[in-house]
């Protein structure tokens, strides 16, 4: 798949801007600051409902405006889609397709697919587990978006039991045990789903991810994952439990840390608190990894995820943002090299050397508010 057609408003620093795209390598440069990032930012966050750099919606919003619209023309399998979304921060959002409404914005989850490369990653390696969890969820609902829906009620539930051990702490121990007992039910069966399909994604990734690591970084050891589970002992888990055991391991371990949940007003286990781990050899990537190892791992996620998406039907769109400057010339060479076939990918860098010349394609200068074609770098192949 790929975007054919983009359109801003009041989208970060845009009021209004609109970019026609091509299938193939597009590069978007300009000096620090110019909107580069914001550009990607929106087409990710039409893929994922969610922006790589915040967790908020308000700052993709420009200032002084009060929604941001970005809208896309996909062309998918020989199909063009409409895409629309408008952020309203503080109130629900609204997705469209081919300007029909769509019931819920996640609806819109599946439809315009995309792994984004940005200097924000090395938080997978370095950052606490959330980014990780994130990292697994957002691919997971990207291969089969009906998961968002069993994430969310997953994370209602518990809201709704952190609410009810919070008053229990409150009180001193006074709780009703029915009440407990049915978001216990709910919570297991929801996280245990969600577990599931980590951990068979979790398995997927293994060898993507294995040789991606090799073919970046040759002498640094091998790339292992794992999962880390907050409900069992026996971590880091591989794929063979069912959901089923899953189910009743969750459960038996909710028993064991009541009194301590019943105290501190909080659910201590479930998948909202597992860790996926990297491993670099005989040691977890976190605390041990340098920077440039960090960096491939990252990458090997991402190109990872890549090889996933590509193998569950067509190339989702690439995104590198900003990512050649942090590499070494030969990293940077071999991820040009492993990336360039996909059916789009999207290039962004302050400094156009940075971008290897095996990524050259179509070029924009972004600047001050605008995105402009450059009619001279263009491949003029269309
Ligand atoms: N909600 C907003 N309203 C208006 N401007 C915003 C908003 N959010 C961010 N900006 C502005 O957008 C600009 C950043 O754009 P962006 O991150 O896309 O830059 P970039 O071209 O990727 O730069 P770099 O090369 O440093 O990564 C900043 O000047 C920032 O102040
Ligand atoms: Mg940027």
Redesign the pocket.
């Known amino acids: 798949m790929y975007v054919a057609a983009l359109e801003l408003v009041d989208?970060?620093?845009y009021s209004h801007v609109q970019i026609d795209l091509r299938p193939g390598v597009s590069v978007?440069v300009?000096?620090?600051?110019?909107?580069?990032?914001?550009?990607v930012?929106a087409i990710g966050y039409l893929a994922t409902l969610g922006s790589h750099?915040v967790a908020a919606d308000?700052?993709?919003?420009?200032?002084?405006?009060e929604r941001s619209v970005i809208r896309a023309a996909v062309e998918r399998e020989g199909r063009r889609l409409l895409l629309e979304i408008e952020i309203v921060p503080g109130k629900s959002n609204r997705a469209r397709i081919n300007k029909s409404q769509l019931p819920r914005p996640r609806e819109l989850l599946g439809v315009l697919r995309t792994v984004m490369f940005a200097?924000e990653d090395l938080t997978l390696v370095r950052g606490d587990p959330d980014s990780r969890r994130g990292f697994l969820d957002e691919l997971m609902m990207l291969r089969t978006p009906r998961l968002a829906g069993v994430k969310a009620d997953y994370e209602r539930t518990l809201k709704q039991r952190n609410a009810l051990l919070k008053s229990a702490a409150a009180t001193r121990g006074s709780f009703d045990v029915t009440t407990l007992a049915v978001w216990n039910d709910h919570l297991v069966q929801l996280g245990s789903e969600l577990v599931h399909e980590r951990l068979m994604l979790v398995s997927d990734l293994c060898a993507p991810v294995r040789q991606a690591y090799a073919d970046l970084a040759p002498a640094s050891g091998e790339a292992e994952l794992g999962y880390k589970a907050s409900w069992t002992n026996a971590a880091p888990l591989a794929d063979q439990l069912s959901r089923d055991q899953i189910a009743a391991e969750f459960r038996e371990s909710l028993a064991r840390v009541e009194r301590d949940e019943l105290q501190r007003g909080v659910t201590l286990a479930g998948p909202h608190r597992d860790d996926l781990l990297l491993r670099l050899g005989d040691h977890p990537a976190k605390g041990y990894a340098s920077h440039g190892e960090s960096w491939s791992m990252v990458l090997a996620l991402r190109l990872a995820s890549f090889a996933l998406l590509r193998m569950d039907g067509d190339d989702p769109v690439l995104i590198l943002?900003?990512v050649f400057a942090e590499l070494d010339s030969t990293r940077r060479e071999r991820l040009a090299e492993m990336v360039v076939d996909a059916e789009q990918v999207l290039v962004?860098?302050?400094v156009a050397d940075d971008i290897p010349a095996t990524l050259s394609g179509d070029r924009f200068t972004?600047e001050a508010g605008q995105v402009l074609s450059d009619p001279a770098a263009d491949r003029g192949d269309a």
């Open positions: 989208f970060r620093s978007l300009g000096r620090n600051g110019q909107g580069k990032t914001n550009v930012e750099r308000q700052p993709l919003v420009r200032h002084e405006a200097p943002d900003d962004t860098a302050a972004v």
